[in-house]
């Protein structure tokens, strides 16, 4: 369980024995309350593919969309995740790599289903050097979400599935790659973080930055 759930529950169940003193009854909206904290800070451990070229779903979700962008008049390949509020929250790393730049963006917290909050809304964009290129992860916050939590920096080495932060109550996340890579999901899909296997990328150098993606919608 993330950290969170443990706050939040043992303050909820401090606040249902303070007014269960007064009336047993009043104390089960709190309790309720509480169970669902613990329930949705969950953090489950995964199955992580060791396929080579392996590119990993960064987030529990639905795959609403996959779409081909140009990046430096390359084509790539865009993979949007909603994440509902009955989701795990918990976000990996999508590949192995570097952490090359991390990018914090204030905005808006319209429905994170919607085409313009890949690029209006508060996010935080990643850029990871790997075998695979350059891949870039993008924590989208949505209509609900308040807090974009990350906890790796540059310079810092993520293994492919590790957690790297979470997205607090309704979110989306975005993976961006080459798009001669092998899809292994299509829109409609249910993946799971850190396990699903969206793609099987081709070995190559890193070729572009996190700026040649900051503006892409």
Known sequence: ??????????????????????????????????????????????DIPTLEGAIVSPADGRVTDISVIQLKSVPHTRISIFLNVFNVHVNRSPVAGVITEVNYRKGKFTNAMGADSAEANEQNIVGIASNSGTIVFKQIAGLLARRIVFTKAVGDHVARGERVGMIKFGSRCDVIFAADAEMKVQVGDHVKGGSSLLAVAQSRPVSWRLQDVAEVR
């Open 1 to 46: 369980m993330v950290r969170d759930g443990i706050y939040y529950g043992t303050a909820l169940i401090a606040v249902a024995v303070l007014l269960g003193w007064f009336s047993p009854g009043l104390a089960a909206a709190p309790l309720l309350v509480a169970a669902f904290f613990v329930w949705f800070f969950r953090d489950p451990e995964r």
